[in-house]
């Protein structure tokens, strides 16, 4: 389902995880029963580090993510934040006899590198370090192999902590660990600790399928357990040299960032920082809170009383991170978003209307059919990035593009979910198309044997030519479909067809639409009959689904529908569906000239005024996409609310319009030359019409020079830059 506010969960629980570290550090129960201090603090408390670890990665791992920017920027924020902490903990470093040590300038270099110059300050480095492993075993191995990479990383880890009392008995292994613990005091740091958190987080944002609630609260249940009953056997057994690894904690940090994603509702991305700053500022607040103690003789209550001692660090670091969060909004000016290039031509891109399409959409196709967004050609000249990354965001998870560079440059926006490749691909790509995890269509059985014999796992969609005589296999070659599904390489995740009438309702072309969708229907059964579990089907594309919504599919492949309008003005379909456009294109005049009677404006003096004639040059033409057939008054654009018709030739890069009768344009005036401009409406499918051609064609030759303003920042931490 759409869900665009997806990680309200997260947020939420990033509080909680920053009480819990507290509470490892407090011991809010010790006062009252030592068994239960530990089962808080050492056992529940110890999915809050993670839980950390798995955010970030979620937010930055990925397969798929080509552009290094990302991880430079976290590295760089985390190493800033981690200065800043050093600097303030100083004078506690300087009141706990921290320079007097001996050896200072080693254990200052290994402190900065892995244990923290104050006990909780490790988690930032150890996030730095982590981030920099999981990034390259996922680049380079992908996630099965990066898995057990980390895993063995964590297995060291493991072995160094809670099952040290094993370890702790083997000479060879004790020597192993005497010489990592020179080096830094815990096995749980950036190497052995942290990248299996990063990876299984961007693991989970990369191939998301929602494993349901109810088997998640299962697994987490279960998996809680085991961690509960193999810590309290290690620490019966007295086998803990520190506390923070179990084997079961990583199944349980699974099923928990599963369920902690099902709460869906309005982000509260502020507190990300006040955790962070909780998680920082926490050990000084215990500072202060024995120092006050002390000066008021309250210790009796205040430290003694655990509990509230828990609960007054807990309360003044909640309050201290308030203030700095207000503080911080207060003075530093909100980034306004400037819009780049409006002063000349530019398309205006709905995001809202492009939610609303995908709502109405999806409620007019079968229950469990998926919407595939067709992005192909700059999404239909709205801007594949723009739109891509704005779909994905609000949960769409399938994407259709017409050649493998577009989908390789969707991946390279960030994009993580399946990517059909609607047309051709020359099997020696086969790599590329592997490496990028796109879905290839097959086109005919002597290109289904080529790619196979590329050798790579390459996913395909078969698809099937019922009488469109354009790609795909023959309605009678069932055989070699057969074939391609037990063929060694290539696997077949879904078989397809493209009606070629569906926008038409007349009896001869909804009879010829019939036809193909039972020969479809045929090939299956006959597949079906071959003993073929059939893979995923889809027919429909968007008139296929205006007027045949009756056909249950998988997929819809919705291409100009998403975009909110219909390829001809008067195309009559079966479904009505309030469908809104989501470009305008629109310019600004830049100059205003009147010419006398006679006089002639444009190549070819194609416009004679016959009489004195106000007009404006407009800095657009046939390079950006505006068909030059509406030279000559064929054309018109809006400005102030009234028809302006285009006079004289379209140039390359400019054209004029009348407004002799129209009131108060100034250079500078916004123009709409697709679009609403007060009550008045240029839609693109009457546009298309009067140069003779449909909204698809038309829209799809823009975007190219033309800049593209969205109404949303797209700013989501899981994208990468467009570069
Ligand atoms: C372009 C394309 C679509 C999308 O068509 P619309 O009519 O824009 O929805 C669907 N399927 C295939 C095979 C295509 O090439």
Not at 320 to 342: D, W
Not at 480 to 491: H, L, Q
Not at 555 to 569: E, F, W
Request: proline share 3%; with cysteine; hydrophobic share 45%.
């Amino acid at each position: 389902m759409t869900d665009k506010k997806n990680y309200s969960g997260i947020d939420f629980f990033r509080l909680i995880a920053a009480l819990l570290i507290i509470a490892i550090h407090t011991s809010p129960l010790s006062s009252f029963n030592e068994t239960a201090d530990f089962i808080l603090t050492r056992i529940i408390a110890r999915v809050a580090v993670p839980f950390f670890l798995m955010t970030s990665g979620f937010f930055l791992i990925s397969e798929y993510t080509q552009n290094t920017k990302k991880l430079t920027a976290f590295i760089k924020k985390t190493l800033l934040i981690y200065a800043a902490a050093i600097l303030i903990y100083i004078p506690i470093n300087i009141y706990n006899g921290y320079f007097k040590t001996d050896y200072l300038l080693p254990n200052i270099i290994k402190d900065i590198i892995f244990d923290g110059t104050l006990y909780h300050l490790w988690y930032l480095p150890a996030s730095v370090i982590g981030a920099v492993i999981a990034w390259y075993l996922v680049k380079t191995f992908k996630y099965p192999k990066a898995f057990a990479a980390s895993a063995i990383l964590y297995t060291i880890g493991l072995f160094g902590d809670s099952y040290y009392g094993i370890s702790d008995k083997i000479s060879c292994l004790n020597n192993f660990y005497q010489l990592i613990f020179q080096v830094s005091d815990y096995t749980r740091n950036g190497i052995f600790y942290a990248p299996i958190f990063f990876i299984i987080g961007g693991f989970i944002a990369d191939k998301r399928q929602e494993t349901g609630l109810l088997k998640s609260i299962c697994g987490f249940f279960v998996s809680f357990t085991l961690m509960f009953a193999e810590a309290l056997i290690l620490h019966r057994f007295k086998l803990q040299r520190h506390d923070s690894m179990y084997v079961f904690l990583l199944p349980c940090m699974y099923f928990l960032f599963n369920i902690i994603l099902y709460f869906k509702g309005k982000r509260h991305t502020g507190f990300k920082n006040m955790s962070l700053i909780i998680y920082i500022i926490h050990p000084m607040m215990i500072v202060i809170i024995r120092l006050f103690a002390k000066l008021f003789h309250m210790q009796k209550w205040l430290i003694e009383n655990s509990l509230i001692h828990y609960f007054t660090v807990c309360l003044t670091s909640v309050i201290f991170s308030l203030l700095l969060t207000v503080l911080y909004n207060k003075c530093m000016p909100k980034k306004t978003k400037q819009n780049p290039g409006t002063d000349r031509a530019y398309l205006q891109i709905d995001l809202n209307s492009l939610e609303h399409n995908v709502k109405v959409l999806k409620e007019a196709m079968s229950a469990d059919c998926e919407l595939m967004a067709v992005v192909k050609a700059e999404a239909y000249g709205h801007g594949m990035y723009e739109i891509a990354s704005h779909l994905e965001k609000i949960g769409v998870k399938a994407f259709a593009a017409a050649t493998i560079d577009e989908g390789i440059m969707l991946r390279r926006y960030g994009i993580r979910g399946e990517i059909l490749v609607l047309g051709y691909t020359q099997v020696f790509r086969a790599k590329e198309l592997y490496k990028y995890d796109l879905i290839q269509t097959l086109t005919d059985h002597e290109y289904s044997v080529l790619l196979d014999e590329q050798g790579y796992n390459i996913k395909t969609h078969i698809k099937i030519d019922t009488g469109m005589h354009r790609l795909g296999f023959d309605t009678d070659e069932a055989k070699n479909i057969f074939s391609v599904f037990r063929m060694k390489n290539i696997k077949v995740y879904g078989i397809y067809t493209h009606l070629c009438v569906s926008d038409s309702l007349l009896d001869e072309d909804v009879n010829f639409t019939k036809m193909q969708i039972k020969s479809f229907y045929k090939v299956l059964h006959t597949l079906e009959q071959m003993h073929i579990t059939l893979p995923k089907i889809h027919i429909q594309s968007s008139y296929g689904l205006l007027n045949y919504p009756e056909l249950k599919c998988d997929y819809v492949r919705t291409g100009i529908a998403l975009y909110g309008v219909l390829s001809s003005p008067d195309n009559k379909t079966k479904l009505h569906l309030d469908l809104k456009p989501v470009l305008s294109l629109k310019s600004k005049i830049i100059l205003i000239k009147t010419v006398k009677k006679g006089e002639y404006v444009g190549y070819g003096r194609a416009f004679k005024a016959r009489k004195d004639t106000k007009i404006a040059i407009i800095p657009i033409g046939y390079a950006d996409g505006y068909p030059r057939n509406l030279s000559c008054g064929k054309g018109y654009v809006l400005i102030n609310g009234h028809f302006a018709p285009i006079v004289g030739k379209i140039c390359m890069d400019q054209l004029t319009v009348d407004i002799t009768d129209i009131p108060d344009v100034k250079a500078g005036t916004i123009v709409t030359l697709i679009g609403t401009d007060g009550d008045k409406e240029i839609c693109a499918a009457a546009l298309s019409d009067i140069s003779g051609s449909i909204t698809n064609e038309i829209l799809s030759r823009m975007g190219r020079r033309l800049d593209i303003v969205t109404n949303k920042t797209i700013d989501d931490p899981k994208f990468c830059i467009k570069s």
